[in-house]
Nanobody, 119 residues
């Protein structure tokens, strides 16, 4: 499994960004694909997860209503649309794959992309 993220950057509070993750090597099995983030001095936080079998999604309470996860199966690309960004969303965002959402970050993950939200 290979994961390559892109789309991070610097944005003002209230702005939007879309992260992309090119995914390869998954096959047709049911996987949990998603995003987690790591901010300096803070614990790793699972942001959002999507099950490839049925497209079901889940979100951390901190991003619910602002972030949207989606996957384009034709392009093998996972997305995270982030709206109404807050300074506390500043972190390195990692695309990840596992067998279950609770294990995102434990099995396969990308190199990470920095998101910085200025106040």
């Amino acid at each position: 499994v290979q994961l390559v993220e892109s789309g991070g950057g610097l944005v003002q509070a209230g702005g939007s960004l879309t992260l992309s993750c090119a995914v390869s090597g998954l096959g047709s099995d049911d996987w949990a694909v998603g995003w987690y983030r790591q901010a300096p001095g803070k614990e790793r936080e699972g942001v959002s997860c999507l099950r490839t079998a049925d497209g079901s999604t889940s979100y951390a309470d901190s991003v619910k209503g602002r972030f949207t996860i989606s996957m384009d199966n034709a392009k093998n690309t996972l997305y995270l649309r982030m709206n109404s960004l807050k300074p506390e969303d500043t972190a390195v965002y990692y695309c990840a794959v596992s067998l279950v959402c609770e294990r995102l970050g434990s099995d396969y993950w990308g190199q990470g992309t920095q998101v910085t939200v200025s106040s």
